[in-house]
């Protein structure tokens, strides 16, 4: 008998589907499904709505994926394929960043948000660890940050998961939600949900000393059911190659580009080297910050390979 459920994890071949009457089934994909689109390593993915045959009490075969409204992709480590979808059907990303221990870098911020836009997928900034923003330094570097991205136009929360610090503003927003929570690794995803669940104990890691990074230690994508919601833990990505945006639509995923656009003299202007354009003029006023555009220039110049990791 046919039945409906929603993708819960994701390990190697195995789906754990959650039925509609919250019974988890150990699934494995029908081969046909599987070769239905060679495009990504991953035809299903944690968010998905499945249609599945149960073979077993708790054992299922997964037969069709329902059109999905939504997804975060990126390019895939796997030069065979072309991308790999992070998880689908989302009503909110998380995007944990940290200024320190260790810093996230911009580029990766802003190409996330290229991804995230491109599918009109509300994000919120969140500042992880700001109880480590304790010398000039680093206050001088979150003001920066907070005017990079207030004037890009995006919701911005500072939080220290160790300190318990306003982790109630991302609880708030939890139910009713499927919501991703994604980042570099040693942002503190894991450590933010179980902030938001302490019942979960989800495990976390340390901080590398020699390199300031983060190690990986959520190492699949899975979603907890907490606060009548959905949260999804995501493995730390390193880089985020872009895949399926056209170049002449790139500023439209850009929202403080966008909004100027309609200033520029010429209607299909690339906001590069042409006259009078009110892009390049907004970021020589500081309405754009330069952060951002020098963001936009390199995804126009298209070499992704060093986001391929």
Not at 112 to 137: G, H, R
Not at 196 to 214: D, F, N, V, W
Not at 296 to 306: A, H, Q, R
Request: with cysteine; proline share 3%.
């Amino acid at each position: 008998m046919n039945m409906t459920g929603l993708i819960v994890k994701h390990t190697g071949s195995n789906y754990t589907v959650r039925s509609d009457d919250g019974h988890l089934y150990i699934s494995t994909v029908r081969g046909k499904l599987r070769l239905k689109d060679m495009k990504t390593t991953n035809p299903i993915a944690v968010g998905d709505k499945v249609v599945f045959s149960a073979i077993s009490e708790n054992e299922g075969i997964i037969t069709d994926v329902t059109p999905r409204k939504n997804y975060i992709i990126r390019r895939s480590t796997n030069l065979s394929r072309q991308a790999h979808i992070l998880a689908a059907n989302i009503d909110k990303v998380f995007l944990i960043v940290t200024l320190t221990q260790p810093e996230t870098r911009f580029e990766f911020i802003d190409r996330f948000l290229v991804t995230a836009e491109a599918y009109k997928i509300p994000v919120w900034i969140v500042i992880n660890k700001t109880d480590l923003l304790n010398t000039n330094e680093l206050r001088e570097k979150l003001e920066y940050f907070r005017y990079v991205y207030s004037s890009a136009g995006y919701t911005i929360l500072e939080v220290s998961a160790l300190k318990k610090i306003n982790i109630g503003s991302i609880k708030s927003e939890i139910p009713g939600r499927i919501s991703l929570f994604s980042g570099n690794s040693g942002a503190g995803k894991s450590a933010i949900i179980n902030s938001l669940s302490p019942g979960l104990k989800l495990k976390t890691g340390e901080i590398s000393r020699a390199h300031s990074k983060g190690t990986h230690t959520t190492t699949f994508y899975e979603m907890f059911e907490t606060d009548n919601g959905f949260v999804i833990d995501s493995p730390g990505i390193k880089g985020f190659g872009l895949i399926d945006i056209d170049k002449t639509e790139v500023y439209h995923f850009f929202p403080e580009i966008f909004r100027v656009a309609s200033g520029c003299k010429f209607g299909m202007c690339s906001h590069t080297h042409e006259p009078e354009c009110a892009v390049k003029t907004a970021v020589e006023s500081g309405e754009i910050s330069e952060s951002r555009y020098l963001s936009y220039l390199k995804i126009l110049e298209g070499n992704d390979e060093k986001y391929r990791v």
